[in-house]
């Protein structure tokens, strides 16, 4: 069962990484585009 875990579990994990990075990126980006120089 926890072989089933780490299996179905990873592939998850990984994307809500990459969706969270790109969200942050994009946001730090924006809030520095953004911000009076």
Do not use: Q, R
């Not at 780490?6 to 585009?33: D, K, Q, R």
């Amino acid at each position: 069962m926890a072989g089933c875990w780490e299996t179905c579990l990873l592939p998850v994990y990984i994307s809500v990484a990459a969706v969270t990075a790109t969200n942050g990126s994009a946001f730090t980006a924006g809030h520095f585009g953004k911000a009076p120089k």
